[in-house]
């Protein structure tokens, strides 16, 4: 349960989750990483990335609103 919550919190869907899981031990001990592959690692961060990028580009626009600039 641990690992479903931590995925979660690192922003994976629950599709995602699923998917990664298939095959994977949930009582074991094992670490994130080993129901987390490389590239699917890289992917998520990549999207994560552009995430922040357009919400930063959100908060310029609305902190512009409240000052009155647009």
């Given at each position: 349960m641990d690992l479903i919550v931590q995925t979660k919190k690192l922003g994976f869907t629950i599709a995602e989750i699923q998917e990664m899981l298939r095959g994977y031990d949930l009582e074991s001990d094992e670490p994130l990483g080993q129901a987390l592959p490389p590239d699917r690692i890289s992917?998520?961060?990549?999207?994560?990335?552009?995430?922040?990028?357009?919400?930063?580009v959100a908060i310029r626009m609305l902190r512009d609103l409240l000052a009155g600039r647009m």
């Open positions: 992917q998520h961060i990549a999207l994560l990335e552009r995430q922040r990028e357009e919400i930063e």
